[in-house]
C-alpha cells in the first residue's frame, strides 16, 4: 500500500474528509487535507492583518509559514510555525475568506509543490479541490464526490450543533453555494471533476457506504 495515491475532490462539506480519513486509517496511508493548508495560510493572513487580495504578501507570508499535520485519534492535528491550529481553520472568518486567498495563482503553485513533496515517498489519501486535475495527475485512483447543497448544509448544520457551533441553515446554505461558486468559477486550477475520476452521489448515502464504495474501487486497481 505504501505507495499508493488516492486523490479525492468535491465541493465544500461533501464529506471529503471524513471519507479519506477513514481509508487513510484503514488502509495506513497517510492523509492529507490539502484545504487545511489554504485555510492555515488564511488564518496566518489575517492574524497578521496581511491583505488577502494582495497576491504577492500572500506569497511572501507563506514561504514564511510552515505547515504540518501530526496523527491522532480523531485524525489529525493541524499546526503552523509550532502552534496547534485545528480548531482555529475552521472558524468563520477563515471558512468565509479562504476561497479569495486559494484563488490567488502564485499561492497555489507553491502549495501544489508541497503537497506533490508529500506524497513523494509516501502512500497518500489527498483531498481537496484540484488533486485529480492539477496536484496528482497520475493518482492511482480518483474520486469525485458530490452531494446536493441542501444535503451538506444539513449535515454541516447537524456537526455545529454537536459543536456547540452557532449555526443558521439558511445562512449555511448560502455560504456553501457561495464557496462552490467561487471554487468552480476561478481561473487557477478550478474545482472540476477529472476525466478519469468516478464520481460518487453521497446525498443518500451514509459515510460508511461511501467508504465501502471507494475500498472496492481500491481493490480492482
Ligand atoms: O476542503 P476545505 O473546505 O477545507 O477547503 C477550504 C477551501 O480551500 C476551499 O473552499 C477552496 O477555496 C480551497 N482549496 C483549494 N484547493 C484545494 C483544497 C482547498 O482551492 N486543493
Do not use: C, W
Not at 497576491?55 to 514561504?63: F, I, M, S, T
Not at 452531494?147 to 451538506?152: F, M, N, Q
Not at 448560502?174 to 460518487?200: C, G, M, V
Amino acid at each position: 500500500n505504501k505507495s499508493l495515491t488516492i486523490a479525492i475532490d468535491g465541493p465544500a462539506s461533501s464529506g471529503k474528509s471524513t471519507v479519506a480519513k477513514k481509508i487513510a486509517a484503514e488502509l495506513d496511508l497517510i492523509y492529507v487535507d490539502t484545504g487545511a493548508m489554504y485555510r492555515a495560510l488564511t488564518y496566518q493572513a489575517l492574524e497578521k492583518n496581511v491583505n488577502i487580495k494582495d497576491q504577492n504578501a500572500l506569497v511572501q507570508l507563506l514561504k514564511k509559514t510552515d505547515i504540518t499535520f501530526e496523527p491522532n485519534e480523531k485524525g489529525q492535528f493541524v499546526f503552523s510555525n509550532g502552534v496547534d491550529i485545528t480548531h482555529d481553520i475552521r472558524d468563520n472568518n477563515v471558512t468565509n475568506t479562504v476561497s479569495v486567498v486559494a484563488a490567488h495563482p502564485e499561492v497555489r503553485k507553491l502549495m501544489v509543490k508541497r503537497q506533490q513533496d508529500m506524497a513523494l515517498n509516501n502512500g497518500v489519501v489527498m483531498d481537496g479541490r484540484d488533486i485529480g486535475t492539477v496536484v496528482l495527475p497520475d493518482a492511482d485512483l480518483k474520486i469525485f464526490l458530490v452531494a446536493s447543497v441542501k444535503e451538506r448544509a444539513e449535515r454541516r448544520h447537524k456537526e455545529n450543533k454537536e459543536k456547540g457551533i452557532f449555526s443558521d441553515m439558511d445562512q449555511l446554505k448560502k455560504d456553501i453555494a457561495e464557496r462552490d461558486y467561487k471554487d468552480s468559477t476561478r481561473d487557477s486550477s478550478p474545482l472540476k471533476q477529472a476525466e478519469d475520476a468516478i464520481r460518487i452521489d453521497t446525498t443518500k448515502m451514509t459515510i460508511d457506504e461511501v467508504v465501502n464504495e471507494i475500498k472496492q474501487l481500491i481493490q480492482k486497481i
